[in-house]
C-alpha cells in the first residue's frame, strides 16, 4: 500500500486528477489515499508554452496524466519524441534523465517521470541561454 499524499490548494485553485478537474473555493487540503496521478494547476503548461523540446516533452507527459483514455496515441507520440531526443542531446545529465524517464513511462511511472523531467528544463534553458526567470518556466511545486 502507497503512502498517502497530501494535497493543499489556496482559494481558487484547481488540481487535476486522474482525469477530473477539481475546482477549491477556499484555502484546504486532502489527503490522496492510492497511486493516482495528479497535477496542480500551476504545473500544467499550455501548448503555447512548448517552445522547448524539453517542454514539447513535458507537454506530452503531462496529456498522459490529463487525459488517460488517449494513452495509446499519447504513448506512440511519446515514443517517437525520445527517439528524436535521444539523439538531439549530448548533456549527460539530461541523457541520463531521458533514459530514466524512458523507463518509468515504460513501467506506467508518468506522474514520476513529469516530476524527474521538471529537474531538467532548467538545465536544458541554461543549454539555450534561457532567462531563468522566463515567463514560461515550468515551476516545481513547494
Given amino acids: ?6 494535497v493543499t490548494l489556496r482559494p481558487g485553485e484547481r488540481v487535476f486528477i ?5 475546482a477549491w473555493d477556499g484555502r484546504g487540503s486532502f489527503d490522496i489515499l492510492n497511486d493516482v496521478p495528479y497535477l496542480l494547476e500551476h ?3 499550455h501548448a503555447q508554452q512548448t517552445v522547448t523540446p524539453l517542454r514539447q516533452l513535458y507537454y506530452i507527459l503531462q496529456t498522459m496524466v490529463l487525459e488517460p483514455d488517449g494513452m495509446e ?4 507520440i511519446f515514443t517517437q519524441t ?4 535521444s539523439g538531439a542531446f549530448s548533456n549527460a545529465e539530461i541523457l ?3 533514459a530514466a524517464i524512458r523507463w518509468q513511462v515504460a513501467e506506467g511511472a508518468v506522474f514520476p ?3 524527474m523531467l521538471r529537474t531538467l528544463v ?3 534553458d541554461q543549454i539555450l541561454g534561457r532567462n531563468k526567470h522566463a515567463e514560461l518556466r515550468i515551476v516545481e511545486a513547494g
Fill in 1 to 6: 500500500m502507497s503512502v498517502a499524499t497530501r
Fill in 18 to 22: 486522474n482525469g477530473a478537474v477539481l
Fill in 43 to 45: 504545473e500544467i503548461l
Fill in 73 to 76: 496515441t499519447t504513448r506512440e
Fill in 82 to 85: 525520445m527517439d528524436a531526443l
Fill in 96 to 98: 541520463a534523465g531521458l
Fill in 113 to 115: 517521470a513529469l516530476k
Fill in 122 to 124: 532548467p538545465i536544458e
